[in-house]
């Protein structure tokens, strides 16, 4: 059981917009840390997707959009492409954890 | 360009010892703090422990607590990962990754299987 709850699957036809939401609680997400979000292409390593709740690291398009709120985060994709079909993971960290670092379980995003 | 390059994995029985390393280079290593991630064949991410900068701040997680040591040797800009009483969870691919302390991962090595099986 992860500590950021993400759905575990979502899908969408080519060109349309999907959501990812990850949903925390108040000593995590809702104390203030910022979410950053991976994509996880087949049998490769995870790679920041996007950084303090809403930037996006260079070379990412802006098709990949992100927003925080309250103990609740989400990763909005537009213009879905088959590129797109991957795991993709919310992370956080939880100051009640001694480990501190959290991730979500992961969406698989499938392109129809 | 920044390169994390993981090493040490393999098959080794339970309550079997190994030890992890990750060479690093292209970037001032002793400003950043390091991770090790590992991922559970078909399973999600979990943040094993991480180190400061310095080495002078360590967190586990409960799952490894007492049993993994992290620690850096910022001379010869490697992370490592001594692993002991594996156990068949601990099963995974294990892969370092650099941050400053409360923010992203920004880059992640390749990964290195270890495998725990009688």
């Known amino acids: 059981q992860s500590v950021l709850t993400q759905p575990p699957s979502v899908s969408g036809a080519p060109g349309q917009r999907v959501t990812i939401s990850c949903t925390g609680s108040s000593s995590n997400i809702g104390a203030g840390y910022d979410v950053h979000w991976y994509q996880q292409l087949p049998g490769t390593a995870p790679k920041l997707l996007m950084f303090?709740?809403?930037n996006r690291p260079s070379g990412v398009p802006d098709r990949f959009s992100g927003s925080k709120s309250g103990t609740s985060a989400s990763l909005a994709i537009t213009g879905l492409q088959a590129e797109d079909e991957a795991d993709y993971y919310c992370?956080?960290?939880?100051?009640?954890?001694?480990?501190?670092?959290?991730f979500g379980g992961g969406t698989k995003l499938t392109v129809l | 360009q920044v390169q994390l390059v993981e090493s040490g994995g393999g098959l080794v029985k339970p309550g079997g010892s190994l030890r992890l390393s990750c060479a690093a280079s292209g970037f001032t290593f002793s400003d950043y703090y390091m991770s090790w991630i590992r991922q559970a064949p078909g399973k999600g991410l979990e943040c094993v422990s991480h180190?400061?900068?310095?080495?002078?701040?360590?967190n586990y997680a409960d799952s490894v607590k007492g049993r993994f040591t992290i620690y850096r040797d910022n001379a010869k800009k490697s992370l490592y990962l001594q692993m002991n009483s594996l156990r068949a969870e601990d099963t995974a691919v294990y892969y370092c990754?650099?941050?400053?302390?409360?923010?992203?991962?920004?880059?992640w090595g390749q990964g290195t299987l270890v495998t725990v099986s009688s």
């Open positions: 180190i400061s900068s310095s080495g002078s701040t360590i």
């Open positions: 992370q956080s960290y939880d100051g009640s954890l001694s480990g501190y670092v959290v």
């Open positions: 303090g709740n809403s």
């Open positions: 990754a650099r941050s400053q302390w409360g923010s992203d991962f920004d880059y």
